[in-house]
């Protein structure tokens, strides 16, 4: 099993619908959370950070994390087409010195006109 | 302006050569890591370093080698080793406090494309 789980899609919504993201994962130790996204041969970019439970929001977008549950999501409100992308979560744990990056495999989403 | 770069941004390497992937930044960050991204699969880290002069496997090292004889570049070696090298590989930077890196985000580079012809 795998750390992290993402259902990799494709996800494909009409313009301006909302978006619901999410990932589980198995190991408790996580602490931060957060979703890049990747736009068609580039790098991921940091979209929302969000340490240990509860949610952010940051204008059309909405991070939660339930660590009872071991799940985290991303809500994308009035989903554009510039919202077209592959969305990766990643998270982190406490561990020594060096915090290594655990990455889902990425949930590519088509928002269309 | 401050980034990463990474060059080139295709790559094509024939059977048996080596080939070095470029990464460089300039945003002071003392950590860097190279990645791996295969279609369906997560980031894979290959190598990182969180201080010059210094680096550690990830988890794909097999068939790979670094250096890090300046802060700003972190250059990636496939060697002839590699048995499947075609892939997408980013290199990525993070800011650090002391010997310890910070929960912060880290910033990627465009990516280089690698194809063994």
């Not at chain 1, 494909?12 to 130790?29: K, Q, R």
């Not at chain 1, 071991?70 to 990643?90: G, N, V």
């Not at chain 2, 550690?56 to 300046?70: C, F, H, L, M, T």
Request: aromatic share 12%; net charge neutral; glycine share 8%.
């Amino acid at each position: 099993q795998k750390e992290v789980e993402q259902d990799p899609g494709p996800l494909s919504v009409p313009e301006g619908a909302i978006v619901s993201l999410n990932c589980t994962y198995s190991n408790s130790a996580f602490q931060y959370f957060m979703w890049y996204r990747q736009y068609s041969r580039k790098g991921p970019e940091l979209l929302m950070y969000t340490y240990s439970s509860g949610n952010k929001e940051d204008g059309r977008f909405t991070a939660q994390v339930d660590k009872s549950s071991k799940y985290i999501s991303l809500f994308i409100r009035d989903s554009q087409p510039s919202d077209s992308a592959t969305y990766l979560c990643a998270m982190s744990a406490l561990t020594g010195g060096y915090n290594k990056l655990i990455f889902g495999a990425g949930t590519r989403l088509a928002v269309h006109p | 302006d401050g980034g990463i770069t990474q060059s080139p941004k295709y790559l094509f390497r024939k059977e048996g050569q080596n080939v070095t992937l470029s990464c460089e930044q300039n945003l002071n960050h003392d950590a860097m890591y190279w990645y791996r991204q295969d279609p369906g699969q997560g980031l894979r880290l290959i190598y990182y370093s969180q201080i010059v002069n210094d680096f550690q496997k990830g988890d794909i090292a097999e068939g790979y080698s670094v250096s890090r004889e300046k802060k700003e570049s972190f250059p990636l070696t496939v060697t002839s080793a590699q048995k499947n090298p075609t892939a997408f590989y980013l290199c990525a930077s993070q800011r650090t406090s002391g010997n310890t890196v910070l929960h912060n985000e880290q910033f990627f580079g465009p990516g280089t494309r690698l194809t063994v012809l």
